[in-house]
């Protein structure tokens, strides 16, 4: 039964890494096919996907309320349940701020952006399918790195599009509109970053 409950919730991290997986999938279709129009649906769609990221979580919480004994410190399980939470919300949120503002069409920089947060989340999902195993995983390392990698790519492209933004647009209100987009694009891979942490401070806690 111990075996259960401790798979329970190195299971249910992976299900939350899935879903911030198909969050970022439906952004990167988003942009890729922008269609202003379309935008209603998509945020009816990924906003589904955030609501059963919640469940999963709260499903989380209430075992854990309960549990005598956890393979992990609860103070780790909180926080990267909390943090990959967090990724599917900043993913929604970038959505929210396109349909609220209105946008009609999207800058090429924003491309490179998404594609980022896209690797970054397939790479946590990863990351996650490996920490089960963390005493002995060999992978689980190079994981947390390419993710802080990743980050950092964005965080690059980040700088360059607002410099870019700051010197090719003139109308004060598109500057202001897409510096929030990137803003909030930058903390999608900010988030995963934070999951990465999280799973390192995790493996050092309980090792």
């Keep these: 039964m111990a075996k259960k409950q401790d798979n329970f919730y190195f299971d249910t991290f992976i299900s939350c ?16 096919d922008y269609n202003p129009d379309d935008l209603g649906a998509i945020l009816e769609e990924i906003h589904n996907t955030e609501h059963a990221a919640d469940m999963k979580k709260h499903e989380l919480t209430n ?20 943090c990959l939470d967090e990724v599917v919300d900043k993913i929604e949120d970038v959505v929210l701020r396109l349909y609220c503002d209105n946008i009609r069409s999207i800058r090429p920089e924003m491309i490179s952006l998404v594609e980022i947060v896209e690797a970054c989340c397939s790479e946590m999902k990863l990351m996650m399918e490996d920490f089960s195993d963390f005493k002995h995983s060999k992978s689980l390392r190079e994981r947390i790195i390419r993710i802080n990698t990743l980050e950092e790519e964005a965080d690059r492209i980040f700088i360059s599009s607002m410099h870019t933004l700051h010197t090719t647009e003139n109308n004060p209100l598109e500057i202001i509109i897409w510096r929030d987009v990137y803003r909030y694009l930058e903390q999608c891979a900010d988030a995963c970053e934070h999951v990465a942490d999280a799973c390192e401070k995790a493996v050092m806690n309980n090792t």
């Design 17 to 32: 890494a899935s879903h911030a997986v198909d969050a970022s999938r439906i952004l990167r279709r988003c942009i890729t």
């Design 63 to 82: 075992v854990l309320a309960k549990a005598f004994i956890t393979p992990i410190e609860r103070d780790d399980i909180i926080l990267l349940s909390q």
